[in-house]
């Protein structure tokens, strides 16, 4: 039995799972949000329905087309129920030994032309493939944070994947009305591999008390027209997150620019995470 084009499923159910599942259901996608727990699909789910109020109440939507998006994503706790979809988008935790069992439940189960897909930021989408039994099935569709806000996403393409899956997954994104950019399975593909040197190069001025980090950031968003400033989305984006990431870069290209700052590792060890722990470069408490 054949896949169906029009589902799609997304593993994974923390702010980007979300995403994803609201970028294809406002497609018109019939969506299967599988979480670990109910509690954490039920989770996934109340932050779509979070985002539907909000739209609502800007009038950006009608209550009715709110109401028939959130129809279209239904919750499970089970691969089998991701067997029939056209594309399955795994969206979990930044570690390779887990999205490898991932890949591997999703292959054991999902129909022979089923589309796998990893939403990696910098991992090697290569390793995901060739741990399956259909790596020419196998590709990465990296949406940005926030999915459902940001216009672009790469197509990463390993030399194991076939054109018939690049082209399917090109038009899902389109479908989503997102911006389809094709990338080499190199580590950080484009976007993060120019940007978190950039970053971390902030945090370094910042170190070195060049600037203070509200000025560092004043100066790159009135000098370069940036619409935030690096510190600003360091703290966005996770300083934890942000170490993960510059480790990865750090170990394929073996460049001292791609080490994090002594900073920045600090920060994380203090549990100043960014927006997410109230304290980053920057406060967000009451």
């Known amino acids: 039995m054949g896949s169906n084009e029009h589902e799609i499923g997304v593993v994974g159910t923390g702010i980007m799972g979300a995403g994803l599942a609201e970028v294809a259901a406002a497609a018109g996608f019939s969506v299967i949000l599988k979480g670990r727990s109910q509690a954490s699909a039920d989770a996934a789910f109340?932050?779509?329905?979070?985002?539907?109020?909000?739209?609502?109440?800007?009038?950006?939507?009608?209550?009715?087309?709110?109401?028939?998006?959130?129809?279209?994503?239904?919750?499970?706790?089970?691969?089998h129920e991701l067997a029939g979809a056209g594309i399955v988008i795994e969206s979990v935790a930044e570690n390779m030994d887990i999205k490898r069992e991932v890949f591997a439940e999703l292959d054991r189960v999902c129909a022979a032309d089923t589309i796998l897909a990893t939403n990696t930021s910098t991992l090697p989408v290569t390793e995901l493939a060739i741990a399956t039994s259909r790596p020419g099935q196998v590709c990465g569709i990296h949406f940005f944070n926030p999915a459902t806000l940001m216009e672009l996403v790469e197509i990463v393409v390993p030399d194991v994947t076939t054109e018939n899956t690049?082209?399917?997954?090109?038009?899902?994104?389109?479908?989503?009305?997102?911006?389809?950019?094709?990338?080499?399975?190199?580590?950080?593909?484009?976007?993060?591999a120019l940007l978190f040197p950039y970053l971390n190069n902030a945090v370094?001025?910042?170190?070195?008390?060049?600037?203070?980090?509200?000025?560092?950031?004043?100066?790159?968003?009135?000098?370069?027209?940036?619409?935030?400033?690096?510190?600003?989305?360091?703290?966005?984006?996770?300083?934890?997150?942000?170490?993960?990431i510059l480790g990865t870069l750090a170990k394929a290209f073996a460049e001292p620019n791609y080490e994090p700052v002594p900073l920045l590792t600090k920060m994380v060890e203090n549990g100043h995470l960014g927006r997410k722990s109230g304290q980053g470069f920057f406060n967000y408490g009451d």
């Open 166 to 192: 690049v082209a399917r997954a090109a038009a899902f994104v389109s479908d989503c009305g997102k911006t389809p950019v094709r990338v080499k399975d190199v580590a950080g593909f484009v976007v993060n």
């Open 46 to 79: 109340a932050i779509i329905e979070w985002s539907m109020a909000r739209q609502v109440k800007k009038e950006k939507r009608t209550p009715e087309e709110a109401a028939a998006l959130l129809t279209r994503v239904r919750r499970t706790t089970s691969y």
């Open 204 to 244: 370094r001025m910042a170190e070195a008390g060049t600037a203070t980090a509200a000025d560092i950031d004043l100066a790159m968003q009135g000098g370069c027209n940036m619409p935030m400033g690096p510190l600003a989305l360091l703290d966005l984006i996770g300083l934890d997150t942000a170490v993960s």
